[in-house]
């Protein structure tokens, strides 16, 4: 059987939504969806749980909702320039070293991105396992606008130009599919992390497309959408 590392990154520092990881959002902290999900998927599939974070009140909520947290994050790696994925690398050998085993796949589910639940865990694990070349899959939504066709960029000479240039795509539907990124969660293989990679995109990554809708919380305003979709139960799954 595999051996599986959930892990949840929730630092104290935000300056979009501050102490957004904690916020209260449709009646529980926001960090309790995902750690509902987390240990839903963690008691079907014997998974571990674990949790990144440098506060002690992100801890004390966490573990107010079931989630036990002995590891703390070093400072160095909580502040904004820190890369996630050095921060996911340090819990990872953390628990390694701790539980004296190697894990096979790590799981990552971001907080403020809580729109998912455990069949899309499973759904985009079985896809990793099934393309044993690939060493990441990550959350992707339809993309609202295409770099083929309506993103612009400005160049050295103040004019603008299509991001991506191809020829005679005059059309929406002539340009090639892209996604959006919606940080939801990230799986990686451990080889991942034995090659030194540090973002989450590689040669080698897949992408899951999340069957429904799916966003992550940046500014106060996407706090607020949220609040209305979970409030009048407006999600076509569920959570």
């Known amino acids: 059987m595999n051996k599986i590392l959930l892990t949840t990154c929730a630092r104290g520092g935000s300056k979009g939504i501050p102490r957004k990881n904690i916020k209260i959002l ?3 902290p926001l960090i309790a969806y995902t750690i509902n999900t987390g240990l839903e998927f963690a008691k079907i599939h014997k998974a571990d749980f674990a949790l990144s974070t440098d506060d002690d009140e ?6 107010e909702y079931g989630l036990k947290c002995e590891y703390r994050r070093p400072d160095y790696l909580a502040t904004d320039t820190s890369g996630k994925i050095d921060a996911i690398r340090d819990l990872m050998e953390y628990e390694e070293l701790k539980n004296g085993y190697k894990y096979d796949f790590i799981i990552d589910m971001d907080v403020t991105s809580p729109l998912r639940n455990v069949d899309d865990i499973v759904a985009a694990l079985d896809i990793l396992i099934s393309n044993p070349e690939a060493l990441n899959i990550f959350s992707v939504s339809p993309a609202s606008r295409n770099p083929y066709f309506n993103m612009v960029e400005q160049g050295s000479d103040g004019f603008v130009h299509v991001v991506k240039r191809g020829d005679q795509i ?3 539907q002539q340009a090639p599919i892209v996604y959006d990124m919606n940080a939801s969660f990230y799986i990686f293989r451990r080889a991942y992390f034995e090659e ?3 973002i989450s995109t590689t040669p080698r990554s897949l992408a899951y497309v999340v069957p429904h809708i799916c966003f992550d919380l940046d500014e106060p305003l996407d706090f607020a959408v949220m609040e209305i979709i ?3 139960n407006l999600l076509d799954f569920k959570l």
């Open 196 to 198: 030194g990679h540090v």
């Open 58 to 63: 992100i801890k004390q909520v966490a573990l």
């Open 230 to 232: 979970l409030r009048e």
């Open 170 to 172: 005059k059309s929406r």
């Open 26 to 28: 449709n009646g529980k």
